[in-house]
């Protein structure tokens, strides 16, 4: 593996486990069996390895959102898939959250990260907008990104309150939640 992958694998990973502003240089490096002068051949500083992550972790979320909507026989199925898959996904994290959420959320006061945050979070906004039109190709461009953003926003809520209780009933209104936005915007 080259070094740049290392690196940027370590970097997620103690991301994931520890936080942004609680991860050091150093403990990449050493993660990633780097020496520091090949980190800045390859990134300009820690905020650069935190851009790649934001892109990185939008992008698998839309790759999940994508390989569930091809197994799914309507909206219904793809909302109870999706959630069902991310929570079997967190498993065996210790940061049970929804990964996008609580990385924004960490950053929220560092202005650097604004521009990448909604990049992020505009490109999951339209992996769902894709999901919802796949199977209600009419509805209107308005109420789509409407509907998309109610749910994401109760797909983030459900697994941020889900991270807090550790209620597995939280999950399960999410989704009945989320399940019954969907009538009532669909027109």
């Not at 936080?19 to 990633?32: C, D, R």
């Not at 091809?70 to 929570?87: C, T």
């Amino acid at each position: 593996m080259k070094a740049k992958q290392k690196i940027l694998e370590s970097s997620f990973t103690l991301f994931r486990e520890k936080g942004f502003q609680s991860t050091g240089i150093s403990e990449i490096l050493e993660k990633a069996g780097a020496y520091k002068k090949t980190l800045y051949d390859h990134f300009d500083s820690k905020d650069e390895l935190g851009f790649e992550y934001l892109t990185y972790l939008s992008e698998q979320q839309g790759i999940v959102m994508l390989k569930v909507l091809g197994k799914s026989s309507d909206l219904e199925d793809f909302i109870e898939k999706w959630v069902n898959f991310i929570v079997r996904d967190q498993r065996h994290s210790s940061r049970k959250d929804c990964p996008i959420a609580l990385f924004c959320g960490e950053l929220s006061h560092l202005p650097q990260f604004d521009l990448h945050k909604n990049k992020s979070l505009q490109f999951v906004l339209e992996t769902v907008e894709k999901c919802i039109l796949s199977f209600k190709p009419e509805m209107k461009p308005e109420t789509l990104r409407s509907h998309s953003i109610d749910l994401y926003m109760l797909y983030m809520g459900g697994l941020r309150l889900y991270s807090l209780t550790k209620d597995r009933k939280v999950i399960e209104r999410m989704k009945e939640q989320m399940k019954s936005s969907i009538g009532k915007k669909s027109r």
